[in-house]
Every structure is written in C-alpha cells, then in structure tokens.
C-alpha cells in the first residue's frame, strides 16, 4: 500500500460531526482524510437541513414584518409581494458560500478531502469508491488508517406505505426547494422540523394543516412553553390536527387527499403537498458494519458507542446523527471534538445535561436541562420563576412581547436545573442558561449578573429573581 493512502485517523462524512472532527484532528498533528460521498461538503446541517431552513426562517420572516409591523413602525412599503425565486436564490447562496467555508476549513488544516463513497473493509481499512475522470467506470480505492470515525449522519423516514415521491409526498429536503407556493401544505408530524418548515410557507402564504399523533406538538418541551407555543402558532394560521393519525394519502392528478383516524373518527383532508417529517433515521446503510462487525442498537439502529465514542472495534469510532442522543448539529459538532482529542491521546467529553435545544418558529423556542414534568417525575424539590417578555423594555422597542422565560432551581442549592424560553431572539439568549448549567450556577448567580439594558437577556434575570420571588418587574 502506497504511504499516502495511510492516514492517522480517517473520518467518513463532512456534517457539522465530521467536519469538526476532521479540523480538530489535524490542528492536533495528526494526518487526516474525510471521505464525503455529496458533491458539496457541510452533510444535512449545511445542505439540507439548519442553514437553509434558517435561511428561508429568516426571509419568510421579513415578508411578515413588512406585511404585518412596518406600519406601526411608521414605514410606507407600498404593496409588498414575493419573488421565490429570489429568496431560493439567495438561500442557495447562503448555502454555497457556508458549504465553501467548511472546504477552505479543512484545506487550510491540511485535511485531505477525499470525494466519494466509502465503506469500511477492515477494523483499520476502507474503500472509497469514486467517479474515475472520464469514463462511467467507478474507481475503488482503499485506504488504511489508526483511527476510523463513522459520521454519516440520518436520513429522513418515509410513514409506512407512504413513499416519498419528491412532488406530493414529500420530506424537509424537497419542502426547502419548492417553486411555487402550494395552496395548501399538509404536515405529518409536529416535531421541531414540522413546525419550522411549515411556519415558512405560512408566512409565505401557503394554508398549512399539521397532523400530530400525539396530543401535543414539540414533545420534548417544557410543557407550558409547549402549550403557549401551540396557542400562537394557532393565531398565527397553523390548523392543527391532534390526536390524529395518518392512514393513507392517495396522490390524486392536482392535489392529495391524506385520510385520517382522529380520535376512532375518520376524516379526509385534501392538500397539494404533503410534506412527512416524522423522524430520521441513522445511516448506516452500506456502510459495511456487519462485515467489520460494528454493533447497533437493534431498535434504533444507532451504533453503540462508548463514553469515548468508540464502537464495539477499538479503532472504529462513531459521532453524530449516527450514535444516541439529540439529532442535532451542535451536539455532532461537540462529539466531534471530543472524538478527535481522545484520539489524539488527549481528555475529550461532552456535557449531554447541557445541550441546548431551539426551534426557530417565531416567536422562537429555546430551552436547556430539565423541564418542569421531568423535575416532578424525578422527585425533584424545585422552585420556578417566570417573566414576561411584556414586561422587557427591549421587547416593547421592537413590538414584541410574546412569551416567557422560566427558570427551574433546586429548592434546596438553588442550582439552575432547566432554562426555557419561549420570546424574542430565545435561540440566542439561551446560551447564558446553558453556560449556567455548565458551571453549575444558582438562580441568584443569574439573578445578580449585571444585565445590560435594555435587552432581551434581562427577561432571564427577572426569571431568576423570581425564582427566590425577588423579581424587582414581576407583579
Ligand atoms: C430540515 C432540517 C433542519 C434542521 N435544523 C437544525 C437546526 O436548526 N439546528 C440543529 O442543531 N440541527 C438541525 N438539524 C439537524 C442537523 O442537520 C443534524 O443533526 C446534523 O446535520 C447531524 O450532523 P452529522 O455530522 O451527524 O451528519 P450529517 O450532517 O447528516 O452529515 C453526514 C455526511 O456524511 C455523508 N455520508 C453518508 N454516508 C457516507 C459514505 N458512505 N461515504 C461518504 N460520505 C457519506 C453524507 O453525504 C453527509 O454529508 C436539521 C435537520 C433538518 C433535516
């Protein structure tokens, strides 16, 4: 084997786990390669999932701003109207310019960037296979390294018989690229990725109808925070289907009629897209890790890693969308580099009790730690303290004063168990909750920080006076 296919560590995939992996490695010393099967490289997050829904997130924003405030503002627009197209475009954009970013990332780290698809071969070996130049033959080629580190990240899940058709049936990456504005978007599933895509093509203009299993949307929240979250996306348009499950969807000429069980009852609702987010799954497909013998969790399909992330094979690692824990970019990122540091011979963990999560609808959701059900279940003595964002001088400045924040403390250390935000710029100011569990702080470190004004951020302290019932605001 030629001493250039030999590499100190070999990480496949260049997502938010992989790319991060690969800079951190080879600011470490060591030789690196990233294998990346797309044309472009920054995996789902860059492509197809955080920076073009942000970027559209954003856009679709403005156009409500100007149709809805400019004039309380005192702004004169004159007819506002849309242009897709160039929204797309400067999404495309955004993308582009990002996903080159992370090229000039690695090239500058001196990471080998290798495109293709790759497969592991051995516990220290695999194969990438490539377009060869000019001819429609695939070139294999194979390479060996010390380390392995498995970050393929998930794909999107079909509901049983009710296969993507990439027009009417479709998932998040086609629901990002639409060029028209459908009449009306069904939405199968409430989720963070639901409610994100489909408050785009509200604002946009779209009637958009969501069917959610369950008896609420966004499981995973703090349940107030939830409920108000559903209270204003109702206001804002979003019809709701609760308790309602998705049966069958027949693909008619112009439009879909999606039949549904709500409640033992059946009812039929008739949209032109009908777009499935009800989950993703881990790619592992193909990737060679039953002959290697890769173990994954059976139900889930996750490969098992250990604290150090290293998989059942001692020199094959795994990060990400890939292994348990929260799908998200920052999460990948940070396992990411830890897996690079243990590798490198040096410590590496990530702190999973302080994760943040946000769904950027508007007004925008953020939260970190425990919520309020899960303190109760876990017999937790605790003491809460919320805020209006009414009540925020920076909130009234910009006209708006939707939502809270609430702080959850232990009843006895008074540390800072769980942050949740429902407001303005939420997906922002939670950082400051995050950076409070992290350290440990109490509710009175927060509730004594100096807090600019006026700002957003004092909204957090007054939660965290009012833990203590101290808030100087709080009626
Ligand atoms: C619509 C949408 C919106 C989202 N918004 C957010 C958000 O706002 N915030 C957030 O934190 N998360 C968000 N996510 C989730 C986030 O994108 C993922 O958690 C993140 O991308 C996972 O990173 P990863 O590195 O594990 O994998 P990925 O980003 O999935 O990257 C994996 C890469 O591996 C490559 N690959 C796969 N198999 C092979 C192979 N055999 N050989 C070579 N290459 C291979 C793939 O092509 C891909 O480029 C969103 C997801 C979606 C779908």
Known sequence: ?????????????????????????????LKVACIEKAPRLGGVCLNVGCIPSKALLDSSEYLQLAKDQFADHGIKTGRIS????????????VVQDLTENVRRLLEGNKVEIIHGTARLAAADQITVESDSGTSKKKQITTLTAKAIILATGSETVPLPDLAFDGDKIISSTEALKLDAVPKHLGIVGGGYIGLELGSIWLRLGAKVSLFEMLPKIATGLDGQVGRKLQRVLKRQGFKFFM??????????????????????????????????????????????????????????????????????ISSIYAIGDLVPGPMLAHKASAEGIAAAEIIAGHPGEVNYDAIPSVIYTWPEVASVGLTEEQVKERNIPYCSGTYPFTGAGRARCMGETEGFVKVLAHEKTDRVLGVHIIGPRAADMIAEGVLAVEFAASSEDIARTVHGHPTFAEALQEAAMAVQKCSIYAS
């Open 1 to 29: 084997m030629a001493p250039n296919n030999t590499y100190d560590v070999i990480i496949i995939g260049s997502g938010p786990g992989g790319y991060v992996a690969s800079a951190r490695a080879a600011q470490l010393g």
């Open 82 to 93: 849309l242009d897709l197209s160039v929204m797309m475009a400067r999404k495309e954009k």
């Open 243 to 312: 308790n309602a499950k998705v049966t069958q969807a027949k693909a008619l000429t112009k439009n879909i009629k999606v039949e549904l069980e709500v409640k033992g009852k059946k009812e039929t609702v008739t949209c032109d897209k009908l777009l499935v987010c009800v989950g993703r799954s881990p790619l592992t497909r193909d990737l060679g890790l039953d002959e290697v013998g890769v173990e994954t969790d059976p139900e889930t399909g996750r490969v098992k890693v250990d604290s150090a992330y290293r998989t059942n």
